[in-house]
């Protein structure tokens, strides 16, 4: 199945042509370099400056640097990959239902093992971006488009838009999707007459490869390619003959993923540690409907004061478009609007829009008291843990595929109109600078790490984890504080870590089970966090030391660190102390409380 164009015909014997054009691998390696060119200048300052992170989400970069770990430890010490352990210990962690992208971390344990999860975060990121411009850029200019250029354009959008720069902050399993493309590739080659099983089985094993890096992003794929196959069906009767190798493909696909993923995806729901749904305060972060035509932060135009409000955090500026982009899109679907893709496209544009708003519209940062059409959705399965306003991140892949085709068209008029050419090249370059040169990435800020201690890169807690102990830090982790996961992480996840930073069931009484991100409160947790938020040691009851002893003991803690540059680590030193009776030690750059004794 090849893309149609607006007036009908195909482009199938171009993009045969334009393989065998003698420039053509020059213009493909020119095109990765500067895809290559641009993922380094978005990720700059950390490739210049190794000790720096995110420095808008240096919790969610804590996390993956754990997960790379967790993938080598698999790989090099054949652990469950599926639950862990190694943080929340000794209740260990669901990780089918967090991202523990083993696509990912499992073929990288080299990278990780020899340099670091540091460096294999950072790789991921980068290469992700990377990998994602070049998948679009050949399905693009090989298959949908048949044209370098335009394939490019479009390449360079999917990969570069203002959310996936945005995700760029720590989200590396978004920003790659270098296999959504792929999954567009092989779902069309379905149709495809006499191969029904061999399209069917590759279509199957790309659906797998993309569950094990994000189920957010198949889900959004796979409703997307819905509505433009549907579209297709409806504007192109001619290719319905190929609805009956379509579907035997699709039903392959559908057996060899569900063999694939069954037993992943039933200890995601159904294994220690699967919740139901995200919580509600989760549930209601959604799209404003100004951002659409706002610039953000992280692009030329934009400024991170304007956009705040348009947007939860940094990480979540999924829409921000910019009007000049804004309205070229909705010109372009009326230009192209006798293409079935087209029209596929836009119908698939607007309905994640309308789904990203959530259960109550908001504009320029202020509540409308307008119900939004996510609201009788929100509490279904499966959907109860989509955040509502990553929808509109599925609208970057939609309107760089926009573009390409756009630019098509362009390119084809010029060439049918010799005396034009000058002016449509002329209007097109104009028209297409208006619109992104705006948009352009600017470098990630970065901020300085605090080296991990000495106690814990010299292998000095080692003897207070064996026998079956594990680690405590002050405070305990979780999405505010998860620098011990860094930690446990340089230590291939050998120290393990009480509490941490993941999705966890509530299991408290009529909480539902929703997801809380770390492990449901505990007496002491509770006390250290009102240290943490006051700065202050609340009054200390024995009823508090006895269950001090306790949690100390469900944790089987061996040690409890205190990272002494915190912010509160005065307070925290003191309240420890008071609670345990124990007095502290400073050894390797941390306050080290033995409670071997309490805990034996």
Not at 97 to 114: F, G
Not at 152 to 178: K, T, Y
Not at 369 to 383: D, Q, R, S, T
Not at 553 to 563: H, T
């Amino acid at each position: 199945m090849t893309t149609p164009e607006s007036d009908g015909g195909t482009v199938a014997g171009e993009a045969g042509r334009g393989v065998r054009d003698g420039r053509g691998r020059w213009i493909d390696a020119a095109a990765v370099l500067s895809f290559a060119l641009l993922a380094f200048w978005v990720t700059a300052r950390f490739w210049l400056n190794p000790g720096d992170g995110v420095r808008d989400n240096r919790s969610d970069q804590a996390q993956f640097e754990w997960m790379m770990a967790h993938g080598a430890r698999v790989v090099t010490d054949f652990a469950y990959p599926f639950v862990s352990d190694r943080m929340n210990f000794p209740d260990g962690v669901n990780l089918m239902a967090n991202t523990s992208v083993l696509s990912i971390s499992l073929p990288m344990t080299p990278v990780t093992v020899l340099l670091g999860p540091r460096a294999a975060f950072l790789v991921f990121l980068t290469a992700g971006m990377i990998a994602t411009a070049v998948a679009w850029y050949f399905v693009l200019s090989r298959v949908l488009i048949g044209a370098r250029g335009p394939a490019w354009l479009g390449a360079g959008f999917c990969a570069f838009a203002p959310a996936m720069v945005s995700h760029a902050n720590a989200h590396p399993n978004i920003v790659s999707q270098f296999v959504v493309p792929l999954i567009v590739w092989r779902t069309l080659r379905l149709a495809e007459p006499g191969r029904w099983l061999r399209n069917g089985v590759l279509l199957g094993l790309v659906i797998v490869w993309q569950a094990f890096l994000n189920l957010e992003i198949l889900l959004m794929t796979a409703i997307g390619l819905a509505v433009v196959v549907g579209a297709l069906a409806l504007g192109r009767p001619e290719l319905r003959r190929g609805i009956r190798p379509f579907a035997a493909g699709l039903g392959v696909a559908a057996a060899v993923a569900g063999a694939l993923l069954a037993y992943p995806l039933y200890v995601q729901f159904f294994g220690p540690g699967a919740y139901q749904g995200l919580s509600r305060l989760i549930r209601g972060y959604r799209t404003d409907l100004a951002s659409f035509v706002a610039w953000s932060g992280e692009s030329v135009a934009g400024d991170p004061r304007g956009s705040a409000r348009l947007a939860k955090n940094a990480t979540e500026e999924n829409a921000f478009f910019g009007w000049p982009l804004a309205v070229l899109v909705i010109a372009l679907v009326w230009w192209l609007r006798r293409n079935a893709v087209v029209l596929g496209l836009a119908g698939a544009g607007l309905l994640f829009a309308v789904f990203s708003l959530g259960r109550e519209i908001r504009f320029d940062g202020r509540d409308t008291g307008v119900p939004g059409p996510w609201a009788p959705l929100e509490n279904l399965a499966i959907l109860h843990s989509v955040v509502p306003t990553r929808w509109s991140l599925a609208l970057t892949p939609i309107v760089g595929v926009l573009l390409a085709l756009g630019a098509e068209q362009a390119r084809r008029l010029a060439r049918r109109n010799p005396a034009a050419r000058p002016q449509i090249r002329f209007v097109t370059v104009t028209v297409l600078a208006m619109a992104l040169l705006p948009i352009l990435p600017t470098p990630l800020p970065s901020v300085r790490l605090d080296p991990t201690p000495e106690f814990v890169r010299s292998g000095a807690w080692r003897p207070y984890v064996a026998g079956g102990h594990s680690i405590v830090t002050l405070p305990l982790p979780d999405t505010n504080y998860a620098d011990p996961l860094r930690w446990s992480a340089e230590t291939r996840l050998e120290m393990p870590l009480a509490r941490g930073y993941f999705l966890a069931p509530d299991t408290r009484p009529g909480a539902g089970r929703v997801a809380l991100f770390t492990a449901p409160p505990r007496p002491t947790s509770t006390f250290f966090t009102e240290i943490r938020n006051t700065d202050a040691v609340p009054p200390i009851t024995p009823q508090d030391r006895v269950a001090a002893v306790d949690d100390l003991r469900y944790w089987r803690a061996g040690a409890v660190l205190l990272d002494p540059r915190q912010k509160q680590a005065g307070a925290l030193h003191r309240g420890m102390t008071e609670l345990t009776g124990i007095d502290p030690v400073l050894t390797g750059g941390v306050w080290l409380w033995d409670v071997r004794p309490l805990v034996d």
